[in-house]
């Protein structure tokens, strides 16, 4: 079995910063492609930024480039979001997801619980 978990949601001033922490444990041979997405009230699950294997090639959506920052460290199977210069409608629930072969040779997409971010004066 793998599951993720996710931490580091919370409540934060505008223009102020969060980083965002998704470790995954279990059942895990590898981890490839990692990300985060997020979701509003009201609103579709949309994606927030995307991670290659081992880190060279990342993906962001328009809305949070030149603020957000998606890294991983493979060793510690976790991908990161550091979210800086935080707007309002950067407020959300936040989910990674990962995907990962397990030892058992099987290949799925993991998401975590979600976490909230609330960007609010």
């Known amino acids: 079995q793998v599951q993720l978990v996710e931490s580091g949601g919370g409540l934060v001033q505008p223009g102020g910063s969060l980083r965002l922490s998704c470790a995954a444990s279990g059942s895990i041979f590898s981890s490839r492609a990692m990300g985060w997405y997020r979701q509003a009230p009201g609103k579709q699950r949309e994606l927030v930024a995307q991670i290659t294997n081992y880190g060279g090639v990342t993906n962001y959506a328009d809305s949070v480039k030149g603020r957000f920052t998606i890294s991983r460290d493979n060793a510690k199977n976790t991908v990161y979001l550091q979210m800086n210069s935080l707007k309002p409608e950067d407020t959300a629930v936040y989910y990674c997801?990962?995907?990962?072969?397990?030892?058992?040779?099987?290949?799925?997409?993991?998401w975590g619980q979600g976490t909230q971010v609330t960007v609010s004066s």
């Open positions: 997801t990962v995907r990962i072969l397990a030892t058992s040779g099987s290949l799925n997409d993991y």
